[in-house]
């Protein structure tokens, strides 16, 4: 019955269309990489205020996916292992640690990733091989506040993500049964 079903659509839809497809998009005021970095150039450290930031579009509280982060997230974000000391961080970031409670910081991490599954059709649907294509961009921007002035930034980013995942299995499904039967036969036993 499923392959009279395939048989009668596949002269009907092209086969690209019928390969599944993917996207991973954190929803925020910017739609393209460009757009969430010109307005993180924008930041200065040391002029740029609280309220800069909201007009630039980082504001948590009206934006998405803006998080709030404490003196102890930024003493944990730098920090990491005890190897690294206070006297180690740039002069902002450790007036930050002892500001405390005067202090916080905005991380925005931003991604726009889309999955397209390409190949031939049957290998896919049976699990022989799939082959999937992954595109489109991360940013992840860290601010640091102390008494309502920007002191400090920092970002990291992925402008232009192009991956190819290939996905091969012998087996088809038998692949997938292997990792059950072995539950099965412990079960048993």
């Known amino acids: 019955m499923l392959l009279w079903v395939l ?3 596949l002269p009907t839809v092209g086969c690209r269309n019928l390969f599944p497809s993917s996207q991973s998009i954190v929803i925020s005021r910017w739609n393209n990489y460009a757009g969430v970095e010109s307005a993180f150039q924008k930041i200065t450290p040391h002029q740029s205020t609280v309220k800069d930031l909201q007009a630039l579009g980082f504001d948590p509280k009206a934006s998405p996916n803006i998080k709030i982060l404490t003196y102890v997230d ?7 292992n005890p190897g690294i000391q206070k006297e180690d961080l740039p002069v902002a970031v450790r007036e ?15 991604q726009d990733i889309r999955g397209k599954r390409h190949g031939n059709l049957l290998l896919d649907i049976f699990g022989f091989k799939r082959m999937t294509h992954e595109s489109g961009w991360k940013f ?4 640091l506040i102390n008494t309502d002035l920007v002191v400090y930034k920092l970002s990291s980013s992925e402008p232009q993500i192009a991956r190819e ?9 038998l ?15």
């Open 74 to 80: 930024i003493i944990q974000t730098f920090m990491p």
């Open 7 to 9: 048989g009668a659509l």
């Open 175 to 189: 692949q997938e049964l292997d990792g059950g039967m072995l539950r099965v036969v412990n079960v048993v036993k």
């Open 165 to 173: 995942e290939d996905l091969v299995r012998p087996l088809g499904p």
């Open 140 to 143: 992840k921007g860290l601010i």
């Open 96 to 110: 930050c640690i002892e500001a405390k409670e005067k202090s916080s910081a905005y991380l925005v991490e931003l």
